[in-house]
């Protein structure tokens, strides 16, 4: 068996108190408390399995981020997790059914950060020679886009040769991700006029009727054959049955897969005109993480990941997915990446999420050797 993951093996239960350890300490994306509890968890890891902890980067609203230096080299590969999760407190339940392990965020991504902390002490123990320095940046504000984080993560990938992003992989293949949509996300607020609706009911303008035409409208605009999607997700409005309603606010999400498409879609949206008398309209949002599109450089990044699986006796598969990610911002800056080198399982953002256990000593291995041999 390959020495790293005979290593894996032996810590596969070490490495599933870790992952519970972190999971139980909820971290919703919009609560900077329980974000910088969770935080303090994975520093306490840093300290028990390295010796020191990561530089901690202050945030006033989310979470604080963490930057973790390991090895040494002129050079700079960079691994990219995220700790936040879209649930809110007490929504998902830690559980073990068999080979199974249910948890808020313990797919997206926080096992997959824990394989990446055994993974570099993977190498420290096997005293493994690196050619290049690890930056490790674990961030607490990736589910609603990065806002803070992203000056981060773009700094550190134009000092990088490579990026690793430790989201999970396809579900059911395991397949790792060379190339994502663009996303973007838009609130639209409805300004009309208020009225006595048995009354006055000429005298009001409705925003909820303008929100129901632009809502038709936008989702027009999906084009399966493009891979351009407009999800309406929220719609907010009115308030009293015998009032018509003066405010409504509409939010979307879009995904693309070209720069192109992305700009034409920005483009309508902030081009939208109320078709009503009296409505006015204020768009706010955009553009917010770049189409990922496999390049050379990523293609020869894949080869070397699939040549280092076939070491640990795994198949390695590639796919291009809707979903966005961090990865999105380091390939838009030209750096080689690989995302979907996290943990096994199912359910992102769903109430199943799991991660699999019998698969953490085969994904935590992957990702130490891909290291290695950069």
Same mark, same amino acid.
Request: charged share 30%; proline share 2%; net charge positive.
């Given at each position: 068996m390959d020495k790293i993951k005979k290593y894996m093996v032996?810590?596969?239960?070490?490495?599933?108190?870790?992952?519970?350890?972190?999971?139980?300490?909820?971290?919703?994306?919009?609560?900077?408390?329980?974000?910088?509890?969770?935080?303090?968890?994975?520093q306490q890891l840093f300290q028990r399995h390295f010796g020191y902890m990561a530089e901690e980067i202050k945030e006033e609203i989310y979470g604080n981020h963490l930057r973790f230096e390991f090895g040494r080299g002129k050079d700079t590969i960079l691994i990219l997790s995220h700790f936040d999760t879209?649930?809110?407190?007490g929504d998902l339940p830690f559980r073990v059914e068999?080979?199974?392990?249910?948890?808020?965020?313990?797919?997206?991504?926080?096992?997959?950060l824990v394989q990446a902390i055994w993974a570099l002490k993977a190498l420290k123990e096997l005293k493994i020679p690196?050619?290049?320095?690890?930056?490790? $940046?674990?961030?607490?504000?990736?589910?609603?886009?990065?806002?803070?984080?992203?000056?981060?993560?773009?700094?550190?990938?134009?000092?990088?040769?490579?990026?690793l992003v430790t989201e999970p992989p396809v579900a059911g293949t395991g397949a790792l991700k060379t190339?994502?949509?663009?996303?973007s996300?838009?609130?639209?607020?409805?300004?009309?006029?208020?009225?006595?609706?048995?009354?006055?009911?000429?005298?009001?303008?409705?925003?909820?009727?303008?929100?129901?035409? $632009?809502?038709?409208?936008l989702e027009s605009l999906t084009d399966y054959k493009k891979g351009t999607t407009i999800n309406v997700g929220s719609v907010k409005g009115g308030g009293k049955l015998n009032v018509v309603p003066d405010s409504a606010t509409i939010g979307m999400n879009v995904r693309v897969t070209s720069k192109e498409e992305q700009v034409r879609i920005d483009e309508i949206i902030r081009g939208l005109r109320p078709n009503t008398p009296g409505i006015r309209l204020k768009v706010r949002g955009g553009m917010n993480r770049p189409p990922m599109i496999r390049n050379k450089g990523t293609g020869k990044l894949f080869k070397l990941a699939k040549n280092a699986?076939?070491? $640990?006796?795994?198949? $390695?598969?590639e796919a291009n997915v809707g979903g966005g990610s961090d990865a999105n911002i380091t390939a838009s800056l030209g750096v080689p990446t690989l995302d979907g080198l996290g943990a096994a399982g199912d359910g992102i953002h769903a109430k199943n999420e799991h991660i699999l256990l019998s698969e953490i000593p085969n994904r935590a291995a992957l990702l130490c050797k891909i290291v290695s041999l950069l």
């Open positions: 032996k810590n596969k239960d070490r490495i599933f108190d870790d992952i519970q350890f972190i999971v139980e300490s909820e971290s919703p994306s919009n609560n900077k408390q329980l974000s910088d509890a969770c935080g303090q968890r994975i879209v649930w809110e407190k068999g080979d199974k392990v249910f948890g808020p965020g313990i797919y997206d991504m926080k096992g997959g690196l050619k290049k320095k690890v930056v490790f $940046l674990c961030t607490s504000d990736e589910e609603v886009g990065s806002p803070s984080s992203r000056k981060i993560i773009e700094q550190e990938a134009r000092n990088s040769k490579y990026a190339g994502r949509k663009g996303s996300r838009y609130f639209v607020e409805i300004k009309g006029i208020a009225a006595h609706s048995g009354n006055n009911h000429k005298d009001g303008i409705s925003a909820i009727k303008q929100a129901a035409q $632009l809502i038709v409208f699986a076939k070491d $640990l006796n795994m198949e $390695l598969q």
